[in-house]
Every structure is written in structure tokens, then in C-alpha cells.
């Protein structure tokens, strides 16, 4: 009996020092100002290589999301906009896929690679916050945070800002520091460069300016050369598209306001409601597994101690108080004025601006004076992370299967559009020898198939003053085209007359499109087709 009791009290002490030798491996790694950096890009890269996998997995039965596809068609062709956004989600797709291929995958592992892009320079706004250990501690929090893994599965102009917008809290606080010229031309280079995502970046913009102001070394600040410098690099940086912005009839500010302009303060209020409520259940996820990492011991051990154990109200030199500071204010503006914003100026807001706006939520919190991030918790919340990610992967295939068998009629989820096209490619290729050149309807049906076409045709919205400017109604009667118009849309009459007066001798077809996977049956799908061949050339003289 004596033997037997030893030998489990001995097997325990054992995993007990393997797990502190582990623990103490990674806090060295974590915090060493040689491998640091190398040790947070290697967990960025691991992050999403293996989120790209579940993310594979998890979306096998289902076409990419439309934003997935029009920044693809954007990307097609260069411009310095494209009617509803500044070019750089576009560029950056159109770089991407002149490297990967045109699959799906590649679409998961574009988003992963902005979201590790996002850790790496999170981890570095961290580190001029708090030190080593605290700032690896953000990036698995963020790591935890859904937008940074299955919500960060769509590519797009608000996913790329979390690539685009920490870089200008990072410019940001080494110019606050600094105050030099020179890092003022990089804040502005850094605005800049945001801007060229979205203009919902000047929200944080805005929360950076207005902490500038706010904070008590302010005057250091103005006085120096750095924000002026700034302001100047920013403007003439952004010449180019302002000049396109003239040209085009600030086609994006009409796009936005015939697309979010509401006047009803009732649904306005209702939208913020979850706007709000969407934005605090997602960081709800991180700072609870951030929380039982840190709290762990304690629940284990003593429970009474739960609230008390990692808290002190000593000096505490692992954050810089000043920096901290900023980020506290830059955080709470962004996350106070979208909202109240949109209740005065009567905004469609949707859930989805909120993605870029919380990334500085997990180093605010760690960066609390009082709180106290022991060795123990950064190996904890690494095993969470572990443990979540590997689940995930394993179980994402029948999650995935389970979700098609209970909603087999989705249309907007599990609609075929990538059959459609290869269907659509097929039926012009049989009336035409050229390439299939113009794809016209509305944005939501078009754009899968400009990315799903082994042709690639460029999109054609007749009718919105916001067209991607990728083609021209003469264009598409010159080369000919194929209209694609879903039966039950209320604008297809228009788009009809649009059809009878361009292309009254187009072929008018039903197609109707079906997949299955894994042996179950998604929605058959019927789509009102126009075939217009491109007109044949006049007889030279």
C-alpha cells in the first residue's frame, strides 16, 4: 500500500517539474530580447497556419464570401479606387493571387496572413506598453479573440485594417516618445496607408489626435516637429487618390450614403444595441480564458484568493505608464464614439466595424498598473490556446457537416455559385471564341463568379453610381457578356429593360445550380442568365 500510494505522488512531482521546465522554456523564449521577436513570428505563423486549415475545413461545403470575391475582382486590375473603398484590399488581393492560386484556401490563408501580421505588430505597440512577458501575454489573448481566428475568416477591407491600423498606434506611440521629424513622417505614412483601407480608419485617427490632446504631456508633444510633420506626410501622401476621389465623383461617399443612411432613430438605436452587444461577446471570449489563465492556481488551490492573488498595489516598473496611458484613451474613444456616432448622425452600423477597432483591448487590460501576470499564466494561456486550436482542427470537418445537414436550404450559405460560373464559362465558350470578358448584375451574384470563372471576367453593375470601374457599359457591348440576375430580386425588372435596350438579341436562359458534399444535398438554386455574344466586327473598307 505504501508503495503504491508513492509511486502516483512521484508520477505527479514529476509532471509537475516537466511543466515548470515548460513554463520557464517559453517565459525565456517569450522575454528574450534576441529570440523574442522570432519566438512571437513563429507563433504568428503557427496561428494561422493551423486556423487556415480549420478555416478549410470548416467552410468545405460553401463558396467564399462575396467580399472574398470582390476584393479578388478588384485586384484584377490596379486603380487608385474602386467606387466603394480606397485600393488596398484590392491591391493587396490582386498581389496575393498573382502568387497563390485562385482556391479557396488561399482566401482563408490571405486572412490568416493579415491576422499574423496583426500579432506580430501588436506584440510590438505591447512591448513599448509593458514589458516582454506581459506583451506575449496580449498576443495569445488576441490570438483567443474570435475575430483573430474563425471570424477573421473573410477577407476584406475591414479585415485588412487589422493589419493597417496598429501600425499607426505603433508610429503613433514611437512619435509621442520620439518626437523627431522623422517619426513623424512615419505616423503619416502609416495614416496614409490606413486611409488606403477604409475611411472608417479615421475613427481611430481621430482617437489618436484627440489622445494627443487629452494626455498631460501633451505640450511636449505639440511642441515637437513630429505631429505637424505628420499631418504634412499624410496629405501629400494621400493626393493621388484624392485626385481620383475628384475624378470619380467621390463615388465611395455616395456608396456610402445610399448604402448606411437611415432615418429612423428607433432602427438606429436597435443596430447600435447590437453593434454594442456583438462587440462585448467577442472580447468576452479572450478576457474570460485570459482570466482562468491567470486565476487558475488560485481556483485550484485556495478559491478565496480568486480576486486577490494577481492583484497588488505596488510599483509595479513592467509598464510604462505614460504609453499605457495613451492606449487607455485611444481604446476607450474607439470604442465609445462609433456608437454614440451613429445614434446622432443616423448610421447603418454594422457589427462588422467593430473587427478593427478592439485590437488594443487585451494590452489596456494588461497594461493595469495592479495587475500582476505570474510565469505560470503565460504557459496557461498558451495551453488554452493549444488546446482550442488543435480541437478546433479535429473537429472542424464535422462541424462543417453537421451545420449543411441542419440548414440544407441556405441559399445565401450553401447557394453553388462556384458551379454557376464553371457552368456559365462552359456556355459561353460554346457561342464565343474569345474569353468570357464581362460579367453584369447585381454585386452580391457577380462577384463569386468573376472569382470562380477560370476566365475571370470583369464585374458590371449597370445602374450604380459606385461601380468598381473595373469595365464600361461600352465595354460589355463590345465584348459581350453574360448577365446574371437572381429570379426573386426585386431590381430585376430594371435590370431587364437594362438587357432589352443594350442587348435585345441575348439568349435568355433558367440555369439552375446544386451541390452535394459529404452525400448531403445543399439548395437548388435557379438564376435568370443573359448570353450576349460579343457583336461582330464591321467589315474593314
Known amino acids: 500500500m505504501a508503495t503504491a500510494s508513492i509511486l502516483p505522488a512521484a508520477a505527479r512531482a514529476k509532471r509537475k517539474l516537466s511543466i515548470s521546465r515548460l513554463a520557464a522554456w517559453l517565459v525565456a523564449r517569450a522575454t528574450d530580447p534576441v529570440t523574442g521577436l522570432w519566438f512571437v513570428t513563429g507563433f504568428a505563423l503557427a496561428h494561422a497556419v493551423l486556423w487556415t ?13 462575396m467580399d472574398v470575391a470582390e476584393a479578388f475582382a478588384w485586384g484584377q486590375k490596379f486603380q487608385l479606387g474602386y467606387g466603394k473603398h480606397p485600393p488596398l484590399s484590392g491591391w493587396v488581393a490582386g498581389l496575393w493571387f498573382r502568387i497563390f492560386p485562385v482556391t479557396d484556401w488561399a482566401t482563408y490563408a490571405l486572412a490568416m496572413a493579415v491576422i499574423a501580421v496583426s500579432l506580430v505588430v501588436c506584440w510590438l505597440i505591447a512591448f513599448r506598453v509593458v514589458d516582454r512577458r506581459r506583451a506575449f501575454f496580449v498576443v495569445v489573448m488576441l490570438a483567443l479573440y474570435p475575430i483573430f481566428n474563425f471570424k ?43 486611409l488606403m483601407t477604409k475611411y472608417w480608419v479615421l475613427t481611430m485617427i481621430g482617437a489618436i489626435g484627440l489622445a494627443a490632446l487629452i494626455h498631460p504631456e501633451r505640450m511636449r508633444f505639440l511642441a515637437s516637429p513630429a505631429p505637424w510633420v505628420a499631418i504634412a506626410t499624410l496629405i501629400v501622401a494621400m493626393i493621388p487618390h484624392i485626385v481620383w476621389l475628384s475624378e470619380s465623383h467621390f463615388a465611395p461617399l455616395t456608396y456610402a450614403g445610399d448604402v448606411y443612411s437611415i432615418d429612423n432613430r428607433a432602427v438606429s438605436l436597435f443596430l447600435v444595441k447590437g ?107 498558451c495551453a488554452i490556446w493549444l488546446v482550442i486550436t488543435i480541437a478546433m482542427l479535429f473537429a472542424s470537418p464535422t462541424i462543417a457537416e453537421r451545420e449543411l445537414a441542419a440548414n440544407p436550404n441556405s441559399v445565401a450559405t450553401y447557394g453553388a455559385r462556384a458551379e454557376l ?121
Not at 477577407?155 to 521629424?181: H, I, M, S, W
Not at 461601380?467 to 431587364?496: S, W, Y
Open 275 to 381: 453593434y454594442v452587444a456583438h462587440n462585448i461577446g467577442l472580447l468576452a471570449a479572450c478576457i474570460l480564458l485570459a482570466a482562468l489563465a491567470l486565476g487558475w492556481g488560485a481556483l485550484v488551490r485556495r478559491p478565496s484568493t480568486l480576486f486577490t492573488r494577481n492583484w497588488s498595489l505596488g510599483p509595479n516598473p513592467g509598464v510604462n505608464l505614460s504609453q499605457a496611458l495613451n492606449v487607455w484613451m485611444i481604446q476607450i474613444i474607439v470604442a465609445i464614439g462609433p456608437p454614440l456616432g451613429a445614434l446622432f448622425f443616423e448610421i447603418y452600423i454594422k457589427t462588422d466595424w467593430g473587427i478593427s477597432l478592439f485590437f488594443l483591448t487585451p494590452v489596456a487590460l494588461v497594461a493595469i498598473p495592479w495587475l500582476r501576470i505570474p510565469r505560470m499564466a503565460l504557459f496557461r494561456i
Open 152 to 194: 477573421g475568416y473573410k477577407y476584406n477591407a475591414d479585415l485588412l485594417q487589422l493589419a493597417t491600423l496598429p501600425p499607426v498606434v505603433l508610429a503613433y506611440l514611437y512619435a509621442f516618445e520620439k518626437r523627431t521629424a522623422i517619426s513623424g513622417v512615419w505616423l503619416g505614412l502609416a495614416g496614409a496607408l490606413a
Open 53 to 65: 486549415l480549420i478555416l478549410v475545413n470548416l467552410k468545405s461545403a460553401q463558396d467564399i464570401h
Open 421 to 541: 460560373a464553371r457552368e456559365l464559362t462552359e456556355a459561353w465558350h460554346r457561342k464565343a471564341v474569345s474569353r468570357w470578358a464581362v460579367v453584369a448584375g447585381t454585386t452580391e451574384v457577380i462577384m463569386p463568379l468573376v472569382f470562380y470563372s477560370p476566365d475571370h471576367p470583369a464585374p458590371f453593375t449597370p445602374g450604380e453610381a459606385w461601380g468598381a470601374g473595373l469595365t464600361n457599359e461600352a465595354e460589355a457591348k463590345r465584348l459581350g457578356f453574360i448577365g446574371v440576375f437572381d429570379p426573386n430580386d426585386g431590381r430585376l425588372p430594371a435590370f431587364e429593360s437594362w438587357i432589352d435596350k443594350n442587348a435585345p438579341h441575348a439568349e435568355r436562359l433558367i440555369m439552375t445550380t446544386r451541390r452535394f458534399v459529404h452525400g448531403h444535398p445543399g439548395p437548388a438554386v435557379s438564376w435568370k442568365v443573359y448570353i450576349a455574344p460579343p457583336a461582330p466586327e464591321a467589315p474593314k473598307s
